[in-house]
């Protein structure tokens, strides 16, 4: 399980995302994992082996290393690249919640055949109701995991900048002595590489989030501005009995005359042919 | 035969499990197999090369080196992970069993046997009921058991999880107490709490699962016992399955039904 696998299991999440979600996982895989794997880390590969102080004291340079990089920059990228990417799965468990629940209703009406089974699998679902509130959820921890990410890295290593000599005076260094740092101007510009994609997908979730949000506002003014939407508010309607009465009414209708027949006798109710204004 | 082939032989697995099961293997295969070998396995590569003692008799640092590290945390991990894995492969076999049984059922021209060909033996989900059940079970027991023992083992082999940055050796050949030290402890420190707490949430996620699979069995002995009382009613099941559909309805419309039959 690596890299590879992990681009495997998010590019089925990928068919459900929104454009901005799309590009913003091109920009994680191409522009930071990638970059870490292929270029990064060769550059940190001998950190610690050509970290050399200015002594003979056996243990002062690990002592000293250890002081200035408690934990070694390529490792927080691949945690922060994990836990960033990690929320997305949320989302593809909800739709596969859905698909199955969609699959069980076309096994209860009959239509368990091949081609309809295909087609729940294939068919895109569109980010509404439960599963905008999943999505957004997702986009939030992607941002708070980022800030949390970035916020470390300034705490350990402030200002972003690698020093080329660092003083140290740790038992057993014998007084305060030199260290100097491998490739210190390389490691500055990968890092302020890597923090600049950072903000960039900041930059994008965000605007994930803004967009989501607007469509969310549209299709509520939508609903209040269409005369025949049912009564009551955006959640409110959804409950009603009568709006769940026509879904089914016009399920039924459009799939099987001997079905509706038996609604007819059990129930009485009339049939409406509202179509299913929350889509 | 490495992690992906793990990766490939679980995944057949994760078709009969319940949604915890899921969620406990994808756990398992991001937060600790991925995090093992992109990361983990990196930090704990010089170990040995960079475990310095303060002198230079030849094999002292060789003899301190084995005495405080009988066996590396990586390959504690490796160990943990797979013996945690493996007990899915019970109920695997179990799955396979029947399938076998079913296909045997099915050449020899069964009329009970329900299917139409081969692919759909193959392709069918099995309910986690009957002697499934005790197996998914057992599998779950051993999941915890094994994680446990490790969780402790590494308790007990590092006192703590803390790595200490210096550890003060006597050991022959050395001359006398001498100073040896660590590479990387911090960030050694860093990854072995982290998998700790990520065994923990997997130990959660475990009990949890075996919590609904109980619950599931009482409640299904129960729906047994009930249903015996009363007459099957044909009247009943219609509305039973009406109930249900209404249900699914009303849960998914907003989303996606009206747009794909239509």
């Not at chain 1, 994609?197 to 900041?202: A, D």
């Not at chain 2, 001359?175 to 960030?187: A, G, K, L």
Request: aromatic content about 12%; hydrophobic content about 40%.
């Amino acid at each position: 399980m690596n890299w590879a696998g992990l681009y495997t299991v998010l590019s089925g999440v990928n068919r459900h995302s929104t454009a901005i979600g799309r590009i913003w996982l091109s920009v994680i895989f191409i522009f930071r994992i990638m970059v870490l794997v292929v270029a990064a880390e060769s550059v940190w590969g001998d950190e610690k082996s050509a970290f050399t102080c200015n002594t003979q004291q056996p243990g002062c340079n690990s002592v000293c290393y250890d002081h200035f990089f408690p934990i070694s920059h390529i490792r927080l990228w691949a945690l922060q690249l994990i836990l960033v990417t990690t929320p997305a799965l949320l989302v593809a468990m909800h739709v596969a919640y859905q698909q199955h629940q969609e699959k069980k209703l076309l096994v209860l009406t009959g239509h368990a055949d091949a081609k309809h089974m295909e087609e729940v699998k294939k068919h895109k679902m569109r980010i509404a109701g439960s599963l905008w509130w999943t999505y957004v959820c997702s986009v939030v921890f992607r941002l708070l995991f980022e800030a949390v990410f970035m916020y470390i890295f300034y705490m350990l290593y402030p200002g972003y900048q690698m020093m080329r000599l660092v003083k140290c005076e740790a038992y057993p260094c014998p007084n305060t002595v030199d260290c100097f740092i491998s490739r210190p101007t390389e490691k500055t510009i990968f890092t302020v590489f890597m923090l600049v994609t950072s903000s960039v997908c900041i930059i994008l979730n965000m605007a994930e989030l803004v967009y989501l949000v607007v469509r969310a506002c549209a299709r509520r003014s939508q609903h209040h501005s269409n005369p025949s939407s049912a009564k009551g508010s955006f959640y409110g309607h959804k409950h009603s009995s009568e709006y769940k009465q026509n879904e089914i009414n016009q399920l039924l209708t459009e799939q099987d005359g001997s079905l509706k027949d038996m609604l007819r006798r059990n129930s009485g109710l009339q049939e409406k042919g509202d179509r299913c204004s929350a889509c | 035969m490495d992690w992906g082939a793990l990766h490939t032989i679980l995944g057949g697995v994760n078709k009969h499990s319940t949604s915890i099961g899921k969620i406990w293997l994808t756990v398992l295969f991001i937060f600790r197999i991925m995090i093992l070998v992109v990361a983990a396995e990196t930090v704990w590569g010089d170990e040995q090369d960079d475990f310095v003692c303060n002198t230079l008799q030849p094999g002292c640092k060789n003899v301190c080196y084995d005495h405080f590290f009988p066996i590396s945390h990586i390959r504690l991990w490796a160990l943990q992970l797979i013996f945690v894995s493996t007990p899915a492969l019970l109920v695997a076999m179990h799955v396979a069993y029947r399938r076998h049984e079913k296909k045997r059922q099915f050449r020899k021209g069964d009329q009970k046997c329900e299917f139409k060909d081969i692919e759909e033996i193959r392709k069918q989900r099995f309910r986690i009921e009957g002697p499934l059940w005790w197996t998914y079970t057992s599998s779950i027991f051993f999941r915890l058991v094994f994680e446990a023992v490790f969780m402790y083992a590494f308790y007990f082999m590092y006192d703590g999880f803390r790595m200490p940055r210096l550890m003060k050796c006597n050991a022959w050949p050395c001359p006398n107490t001498v100073d040896c030290f660590v590479s990387r402890p911090t960030e050694k420190t860093v990854f072995t709490i982290f998998m700790i707490a990520v065994s923990s949430i997997c130990i959660l996620l475990n009990v949890a699962e075996f919590c609904y699979l109980l619950a599931k069995f009482f409640l299904r002995r129960s729906k047994n016992a009930g249903n015996s009382k009363q007459q099957p009613n044909h009247e009943n099941k219609e509305e039973t399955k009406q109930n249900e559909m209404n249900e699914l309805i009303s849960d998914s419309c907003q989303n996606t039904v009206i747009g794909f039959t239509s």
